[in-house]
Every structure is written in C-alpha cells, then in structure tokens.
C-alpha cells in the first residue's frame, strides 16, 4: 500500500524587505563647507574695507544715474537693431550664390569679428584723421561735427554685432530642411517670398536664443562706450565718483543697474522663447510664476498636519 503523497503548495514566504541604504557622498560636504568658506571670507573682506555702502541707496536713484541707465538701454537697443537688420544682410549674402557678395559678407565677419571691440570704438571716433571732410554730394561737412560720442558708439557697438548676427542667422536658415524650400518653389513662391514665410517663421526657434543673448551681452558691452565720451551708465558712474571721490561705491551703483537690467530683459527672454517653442515641444517649459505657484503649494502641504484616519 503506498502512501498518498501531500500535493498541498507550501504557504509562499514574502522576501525579505530590502534595506536601501543611501550612498553617503563625503566630497559633496566638503566642497560644500570650502565654498560656504570662501563666501564668508569675501563677505568678511568687504565689510571690513573701507567702502561706505549706506550712500549707495541714494545714488540708485540719483539723475545722473538714471539718465546713464537710460542712455544705456537706449544705445543698446538702437544697435541691437541696427546689428539684427545687418545681420540678416549679410546672412543673405554669404549663403549667395554670387562669389563677390559672399566673399564681401565673409571678409565682413571675419574683420568686425577678429577685432576688439574698443578698437573699433575708438577707429571710429577717431575716423575725422582719415575722412576729414564728410562729402556726400548733397550734404557736406566736417567729420569732428558728424562724428559724435553717440554715432561713434552706434557704428561701433551696431557694426560689430552685425558679424555676430550674421552667423546666427545663417545657422538658423541651415536648420531649416531644405524641403521646405522645394515645396514652396513648387508652389510657385519666389525666393524672397519663400525666405520671408517659410524659411525665417521656422529658423526662428534657432535664432531667438542666441539672440536674446546677444542682447543681455550688448547691455554690458556697451559700458566701453565711455572711451568714446558718450554717457552711458559708467561714465555717469565715473563722472561722481571723481567728485564725490566714492569709486568703489559707484561701482556698485552701476553694478546694481546693470544686474537689473539683465534680469528684466533675461525674463523677457524666456517669454520670448516659450513662445516661439510651441509646436516644436510637446509640453512647454513652466513659466516662473507657475514654478512659484508649485513650489508655493508644495510647501503649504508639507507644512499641513495629517489627518488621523
């Protein structure tokens, strides 16, 4: 007689919980603790100089101040367009099929882009040992009245951001498919009708970054523009502080508007590319209100007790 073999499945034991034990990154505290200590040593240097920060308030708003932050958005504005509208230009022309106005575009680039900045500054507000005389037929003057700081730090400033522009542009039409451009001439567009409503509407997620960019950076380039006498933000700031003998502190001054006006125009910025970025991203980038609002909620439930259940 055989006996009868128990088939019944033993009761399945659950596997033992695992214990994740966290990784401890000693080199993150440490870089931490020499970066909190460098901090408190820069700040430990500058509250023991000799610097009297309580005028710096008052000289934020001063008008002199002012009228250099003015002057300062204002030239960086007309030569960011006058340097957008070159730029095109000359994109244009180096992707041309015609040997001279490439080459013209690319000699452009390459001059404007290899030189510095103040040296082009000064070439042109120095341009009367050169060109006298201005003779364009129907106006006729001398170049010391024509050339003033303004117009030398618009030429300057305008013409050497062209070649950058330039090469923006350029890079934006490239990465638009070279479809998009057989279709439209298919449909009987023309070229400048095909660039104007096909090609740039699409290069325009390549250009605006990079451009918004340029921009900030023109704000703070234009600073040189005081080796040309024009009165911009830090030749007001120069012009007090050799009277009131307060250099450090008009620094800051300057400093401070500087950092403003960067911050506003860099929120303009995303704005600017949040927009031009629908179609292309399926979800678009939250805005910093909605991160404010998110961070905002997530505090207030982290800080509301639990119900009991």
């Known amino acids: 007689m055989t006996d009868t073999v128990d088939k019944t499945p033993a009761p399945s034991v659950p596997p033992e919980q695992i214990k994740a034990i966290p990784v401890r990154h000693y080199g993150r505290w440490v870089a931490a603790a020499v970066v909190i200590a460098i901090l408190v040593l820069i700040g430990i240097a500058f509250s023991n100089a000799k610097i009297n920060y309580s005028i710096i308030p008052d000289y934020i708003t001063d008008g002199t101040i002012l009228s250099g932050a003015w002057h300062t958005l204002y030239i960086s504005v007309l030569a960011m367009a006058l340097g957008l509208v070159l730029g095109v230009i000359l994109a244009i022309m180096r992707m041309s099929s015609n040997p001279v ?11 404007f882009r290899g030189t510095p900045v103040l040296v082009q500054l000064l070439l042109w507000y120095n341009i009367a040992l050169v060109f006298p005389i201005l003779n364009l037929g129907f106006y006729k003057d001398e170049m010391n009245q024509v050339m003033t700081p303004f117009l ?6 305008g013409l050497n951001e062209a070649a950058y522009m330039s090469e923006i542009v350029r890079a934006g039409i490239q990465s638009v498919d070279e ?8 449909l009987g567009m023309t070229q400048g009708k095909t660039l104007r409503r096909v090609i740039l509407p699409q290069a325009m997620r390549v250009i605006v970054p990079p451009t918004g960019n340029e921009f900030i950076n023109m704000l703070k380039t234009s600073s040189l523009a005081y080796v040309v006498q024009f009165n911009e933000l830090i030749k007001r700031a120069t012009d007090i502080s050799s009277t009131s003998l307060a250099v450090v502190e008009m620094y800051f001054v300057a400093s401070i508007w500087y950092l403003m006006l960067t911050t506003v125009f860099s929120i ?8 031009y970025a629908r179609g292309s991203s399926r979800s678009l980038p ?16 982290f800080r509301r ?3 009991a259940r």
Do not use: D
């Open 101 to 111: 106005t490439s080459t013209v575009a690319w000699f452009y680039v390459w001059f």
């Open 152 to 157: 030398a730090a618009l030429l300057g400033l």
């Open 179 to 186: 479809g998009q451009t057989e279709a439209s001439h298919a």
């Open 268 to 275: 303009v910025q995303y704005y600017i590319e949040r927009r």
């Open 286 to 301: 939250p805005t910093p209100l909605q991160r404010l609002r998110k961070n905002l909620s997530q505090w207030a439930s």
């Open 305 to 307: 007790p639990e119900v």
